[in-house]
T-cell receptor, first 115, second 112 residues
Framework: NAGVTQTPKFQVLKTGQSMTLQCAQDMNHEYMSWYRQDPGMGLRLIHYSVGAGITDQGEVPNGYNVSRSTTEDFPLRLLSAAPSQTSVYFC??????????????FGSGTRLTVV | RKEVEQDPGPFNVPEGATVAFNCTYSNSASQSFFWYRQDCRKEPKLLMSVYSSGNEDGRFTAQLNRASQYISLLIRDSKLSDSATYLCVVNPLSYNTDKLIFGTGTRLQVFP
């Protein structure tokens, strides 16, 4: 099993460009999410999905879109990149049973710089 | 008040020392608790879940105090390889058991 795979690992964008960060998991997890991590801010939730066809906003959704057409894939789209979106982006997946979560498995991250 | 709060550190300790981190959470209905470890420029990785009765994994012991709403992580006999940032993680929503909230992390530096 590959776990959670994120691509690309590094990206430099110009202000106003758009791009898609890819995330795929092969663990058949229903729940997937996108976080951004900035110095001193910790991990902040951008969007999440509880299953194929269902997405919802997290704490910092503005400027980002997501879709979940399959259980495996959860791409994150930057609509018009801004320098404030310079960050490290992590995709994560998880499953839970009843009221117990089993924690997240993270991808290795995408380091995005917007100039 | 933040949902999950941690002392950012850094904690600088010598090899062999015992070090403890605390974390507080605001939602008394929280159901699941974890400690994650994050190395510099790497993704967070699950270190251990935290159970109500407390649990131990080798040199690591996690405790949960529901009455005071805090979680602790104790590391005994610190190794150089323990140097990392430790993230306290809480699931605050009983109706969405996968939505986890992360603390900003406590940085540990173990020196020879």
């Amino acid at each position: 099993n590959a776990g959670v795979t994120q691509t690309p690992k590094f990206q430099v964008l110009k202000t106003g460009q758009s791009m898609t960060l890819q995330c795929a998991q092969d663990m058949n997890h229903e729940y997937m999410s996108w976080y951004r991590q900035d110095p001193g801010m910790g991990l902040r939730l951008i969007h999440y999905s509880v299953g194929a066809g269902i997405t919802d906003q997290g704490e910092v959704p503005n400027g980002y879109n997501v879709s979940r057409s399959t259980t495996e894939d959860f791409p994150l789209r930057l609509l018009s990149a801004a320098p404030s979106q310079t960050s490290v982006y992590f995709c994560a997946s998880s499953y839970s049973v009843g009221r117990s979560s089993y924690g997240y498995t993270f991808g290795s991250g995408t380091r995005l710089t917007v100039v | 008040r933040k949902e999950v709060e941690q002392d950012p550190g850094p904690f600088n300790v010598p090899e062999g020392a015992t070090v403890a981190f605390n974390c507080t959470y605001s939602n008394s209905a929280s159901q699941s608790f974890f400690w994650y470890r994050q190395d510099c420029r790497k993704e967070p990785k699950l270190l251990m879940s935290v159970y109500s009765s407390g649990n131990e994994d080798g040199r690591f012991t996690a405790q949960l105090n529901r009455a005071s709403q805090y979680i602790s992580l104790l590391i005994r006999d610190s190794k150089l390889s323990d140097s990392a940032t430790y993230l306290c993680v809480v699931n605050p929503l009983s109706y969405n058991t996968d939505k986890l909230i992360f603390g900003t992390g406590t940085r540990l530096q173990v020196f020879p």
